[in-house]
Structures are given as C-alpha cells and as structure tokens.
Nanobody, 119 residues
C-alpha cells in the first residue's frame, strides 16, 4: 500500500497550490479520502474529506471557501486545490484513506508534502 503526496512548495501569501496524492495497493474507490496537516509544534489537524464517489465533501472551518478536495477514481488520485493561501496554512500535508465496515476500520497514511506560505 502506498499513498504518495506531491505538489507542495514555497509560495507567497495569496498564491495557490494543488496537492496530489497517488494511491496504490488497495481499492482506492472504496475508501473515503482525507487531507490532514501538521504545523510545527502543533497536533495534526483534519483539513478536508471526500466520499468514495466524490459526491460529498467536507472542510475544516479554517479552509472552507479556499480549499477544494477532489478525486479521480480512474487515476487513484485525490487532490487538494488550495487558493488564497495564508501563512497559517504552512504545514506538512498528509493524505489519508479510510474505510469503515461493521467489522473493522482500515486506514492508510501518506508520507506528507511540505507547504510553506511566506513572503
């Protein structure tokens, strides 16, 4: 199982970035996908979620209206479009796959990609 996140970088406030997370080794289309982030000295926080079909998305209040999560099940990839970036968005961003059944919950994590917003 692999979740490989990419697309991070150093940008100025107000800029945009699009993160990608390519999945392999499991049935991607059966998993809800999440993005989390962890800033230096802080706990990891949830950012956004998308359901298996992509029909429903949810966002943390801190990114609502600026970030958009999407997925392409044909490419086994989830995206996070980040607009109007702020310095407080600086963090390592992680993708997460989760599937819950009556019996168990299975979750996978990617390795993270650094996003730095600074002038």
């Amino acid at each position: 199982v692999q979740l490989v996140a990419s697309g991070g970088g150093l940008v100025q406030p107000g800029a945009s970035l699009r993160l990608s997370c390519a999945a392999s080794g499991f049935t991607f289309s059966s998993y809800y996908m999440n993005w989390y982030r962890q800033a230096p000295g802080k706990e990891r926080e949830w950012v956004a979620q998308i359901t298996t079909s992509g029909g429903t998305t949810n966002y943390a209040d801190s990114v609502k209206g600026r970030f958009t999560i999407s997925r392409d099940n044909a490419k086994n990839t989830v995206y996070l479009q980040m607009n109007s970036l702020k310095p407080e968005d600086t963090a390592v961003y992680y993708c997460n796959a989760i599937r819950t059944t009556i019996i168990t919950t299975t979750t996978y994590w990617g390795q993270g990609t650094q996003v730095t917003v600074s002038s």
